[in-house]
């Protein structure tokens, strides 16, 4: 496993040291000791609870931050694409689940590429991708690691959990091409539930989808390593309940107002790491101000939108490709054309796949440039 530090060419950027004031915007932020706590909160949590970490990396896209938290602790990563997963392998990620149905030739051929280097584990919910991993595995004379993927309550995708998840473990099992991993499920629906004990119940109720499988496989004589699932959002209770075995929480390292508010995670101790540096290019009127962050920077949802830090006073009207315009200015909080403000996004996933790079900071100051590698990276 490559070390974090030895990813990371982008240390030696002229930017590099710098005071956050000489940062060009707009530009994505990192506070890192922000970051370094929210991840040290998820991975005592996953710990305590006897279970390992394996963090989504749909929200962040980058191999240093899978290295970083590959280095504290985590087992590897997940990824929603295997295009993301070549990434994560080209730069040293030794153990990849990609959580999805890959259906296409191309992407199980460019798993299979793949696993001279790491073990890179997908999903099936259907005969359709076992057919074709064992197809495509047994011409490279590998057996392609699969996850049985249940639908535990979410509705998206997933076999029901009992006997079509056998029938299709068994499938995995016995073809020439693939072997079985393991299960999968992911409580998607669970993840704002409030108060705590409803949201709780609900995982449990979800999770035992997969407890009741993995017996069932067990009993028919097919060992089930791992079983994975849960969010940021409900990782609390996931990790305190009998029944997975790896995690696949990951945005909470970074906080957005989804996580922070609708999942409650701000309560749970959780810091927002991740902002958008703007500077103000015009004031066209003393109420309004505009930025230069638009939707080419940031995303958009009515339910959270996107705040500017110390301005609780201003709102968001609407974002145009590169200009944000806010009203509700004040005379007695005075905003001047140059000055830098901090956005807190709605939702990290959608902002972070708008960007290139991701500047880290700490004390003020900028202390390395993280690349955002797996950004469209989309098959
Ligand atoms: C399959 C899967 N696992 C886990 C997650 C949770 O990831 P996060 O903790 O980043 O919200 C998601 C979120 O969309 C997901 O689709």
Known sequence: MTSPATIDAATDDARVGRPLEDVDTPALLLDLDRFERNVDRLITTIRAGGKSWRPHSKGHKS???????????????????????????????????????????QKVERLVRLLDRAEVICCADNEGPVDLASSVGEAAGVRIPMLVDLNIGMDRTGVRPGPDAL?????????????????????????????????ARATDESIAGLRETKALLEADGIPVTIVSGAGSGNHVEASAIP???????????????????????????????????????????????????????????????SLVLGHDELEMMYLSAE?????????????????????????????????????????????????????GKLQ
């Open 243 to 305: 029944g997975l075995t790896e995690l696949q929480a990951g945005g909470a390292c970074f906080m957005d107002r989804f996580y922070g508010d609708e999942c409650h995670m701000e309560e749970q101790g959780f810091e927002y790491a991740l902002t958008v540096l703007t500077t103000v290019t015009s004031r066209p009127t003393p109420e309004r101000v505009i930025t230069d962050s638009g939707f080419k920077t940031l995303s958009t949802r009515d339910d959270v939108p």
């Open 63 to 105: 191999p240093w931050i899978a290295a970083y938290q590959r280095s504290v602790g985590a087992i590897g990563v997940t990824c929603g694409k295997v295009s993301e997963a070549q990434v994560m392998v080209e730069h040293g990620v030794d153990s990849v689940l990609v959580a999805n149905e890959l259906v296409t030739r």
């Open 167 to 199: 029938e299709l473990a068994r499938r995995i099992d016995r073809a020439p091409g693939t072997r079985l991993a393991g299960i999968m499920g992911y409580e998607g629906h669970v993840l704002t539930l409030w108060p705590a004990e409803e949201r």
């Open 323 to 375: 200009h944000g315009s806010w009203r509700g200015a004040r005379a007695d909080k005075p905003i001047r054309v140059g000055d830098q403000l901090r956005l807190l996004p709605d939702y990290h996933d959608t902002t972070t796949f708008r960007h290139d790079e991701l500047i880290g900071i700490r004390d003020g100051r900028v202390e390395r440039i993280i690349r955002l590698l797996g950004r």
